[in-house]
């Protein structure tokens, strides 16, 4: 059995399932090792929300992990002497693993990691970067010129979907060193229920929207990278009273949202939702709509969650997952980047023909089944249970 060490800098929503369901199946002995170790009481700082999150679904069950040390004196994850780790090289290698798969490389410790078992044991990458928002230029080229001999330290990129592919294979990767490993979360989780559907209930029923009413949900962090402001300007343009709008979350352009609509009748405001009560948000809405603008909505892994629920989907070009999750006039609609009279059209369109969106919300329903922990595991252990048969020099 092969021991696959993976390093990550702290426990995530969307990655702790997947590591709980990859042990389970027991084809594959596994060990997280956490490297912002000052993470390890579960509560973080979100600068997009704009607040502490903790969240309310188990992130350290199912798997074994330890947090390495981290010595920084900021730490954090959000720049690359945040996460410095002097004994995790020794640790992995204490723990006598095989493989190892790192989650990101712009950290001291992790690409150090990728640079020492390079050419030692085979070196896997997660990472879901796309060419979405890069910009010609010097910098560029330079970028460019840096990226490919990072990624010369890796044996296999483990890629998200169509545009983070094409991003790796700019950087010089190969097909052959390429496994699709889509962006998955727990379906099972937001599919449609009884209790989601009663809670959902509620959440109209609390905020005056009637049951037969067509509703529009954005769910997120109220930041410019999301551009809620196009969102509430668009809709609101409509003046279509029998439909609605929730924003639920919170962040930097929070009160400026309100100040402007939320004295909009049939535009409601939620706090952070969080992961036990998403699935009944997405409930009580008919389409979800993630306008990003990015620059970095490398996916938007709300696209899933709400497809998972069967919902139909409104997204911007500049969301990595569109390449992937969203097709045009079958599931949703995927509208020009940052462009009022495209997600107008979009939004009219569901406002004109309510039942296409029960229609196509059954289509993303089945869509994301491809896009799923099993699907994920299934790929990483075909990787790995053949490495006999692999060249990964």
């Keep these: 059995m092969q021991k696959l060490a993976i390093i990550s800098t702290h426990p995530i929503q969307y990655n702790a399932p997947f590591f709980k369901l990859l042990n389970e199946r027991n084809n594959i002995e ?21 607040k502490e999150i903790k969240w309310d679904i188990p992130l350290l069950q199912g798997y074994d992990y330890c947090f390495v040390n981290n010595i920084s004196t900021k730490p954090g994850s959000h720049h690359y002497k945040g996460i410095n780790n002097p004994t995790l090289i020794s640790e992995i ?40 928002d890069e910009k010609k230029g010097v910098k560029k080229i330079i970028r460019r010129q840096i990226l490919k001999f990072i990624y010369t330290k890796i044996d296999f990129a483990l890629y998200t979907g ?20 889509p962006h998955a979360i727990d379906n099972e989780r937001f599919a449609e229920s009884e209790k989601n559907s009663n809670v959902a209930l509620k959440i109209r029923t609390n905020l005056q929207i009637p049951s037969n009413a067509l509703v529009f949900v954005f769910a997120g962090k109220l930041e410019s990278k999301k551009h809620p402001h196009l969102l509430a300007t668009v809709f609101s343009a409509l003046k279509n009273k029998e439909s609605h709008l929730i924003f639920a979350g919170n962040g930097i352009l929070e009160n400026s949202l309100k100040f402007e609509y939320e004295n909009i009748a049939n535009i409601h405001f939620l706090d952070f939702q969080n992961q036990e009560s998403m699935p009944a948000l997405y409930a009580a809405c008919n389409v979800f709509v993630l306008p990003s603008k990015g620059p970095n909505e490398t996916w938007g892994l709300a696209i899933n969650e709400a497809m998972a629920a069967g919902k139909a989907i409104i997204a911007s070009s500049a969301c990595g997952a569109v390449n992937n999750l969203v097709e045009n006039n079958v599931n949703g609609f ?8 495209d997600l107008a059209k979009c939004l009219q369109y569901f406002v004109n023909n309510k039942n296409a969106a029960t229609q196509m919300g059954q289509v993303s329903a089945q869509i994301i089944k491809e896009y799923s922990y099993q699907h994920d595991c299934i790929a990483l252990e075909n990787l790995l249970l053949n490495f006999e048969n692999i060249n990964h020099n």
């Design 30 to 50: 596994l060990k997280v090792f956490y490297t912002w170790s000052q993470s390890q009481d579960g509560i973080k700082y979100d600068p997009g929300f704009g």
């Design 93 to 132: 290698k204490d723990w006598g693993a095989n493989v190892v798969l790192v989650y990101g490389w712009s950290f001291i410790s992790h690409f150090n990691a990728m640079r020492f078992f390079k050419g030692k044991i085979p070196v896997l990458f997660r990472g879901d970067s796309t060419l979405l």
């Design 162 to 181: 169509n545009a983070n592919k094409a991003y790796f294979l700019a950087h010089g990767l190969k097909n052959d060193k390429l496994v699709f490993m």
């Design 334 to 341: 995927v509208f020009e980047n940052n462009n009022k009279n």
